[in-house]
């Protein structure tokens, strides 16, 4: 069960975290999207983490459904270089338009 929930919360996390970038650049209201879009990532991270936790919990409990759990997990561990790559792209764009002084 853990396995299916883990997938799903990955997907989930990258779609909306796809909507958020992709509205920062598409819409006008980008930096009213920069709290919120973080506040995302936020929460994301910590329930991934914790699923994480518990497909690692039960790789080692349980012998079968091994690679069930190493899939799911993979599946999870996708959504941090996603995150840090969409993250440089919106760090980018806020520098370009910050003054300096």
Excluded at 29 to 58: E, H, S, T
Excluded at 80 to 93: C, D, G, N, S
């Amino acid at each position: 069960m853990i396995n299916k929930i883990g997938i799903y919360t990955a997907i989930i996390s990258f779609v909306l975290g796809s909507i958020f970038f992709l509205s920062f650049f598409y819409t006008d209201y980008r930096y009213q999207l920069m709290i919120p879009g973080m506040f995302f990532v936020i929460i994301a991270a910590i329930v991934n983490a914790g699923i994480l936790l518990g497909l690692i919990n039960k790789f080692i409990k349980e012998k079968e459904n091994r690679n069930k759990n190493l899939i799911s997990a993979g599946i999870i561990l996708l959504n941090i270089p996603i995150a840090i790559i969409y993250f440089h792209f919106v760090m980018i764009e806020y520098m370009k338009n910050t003054v300096a002084f």
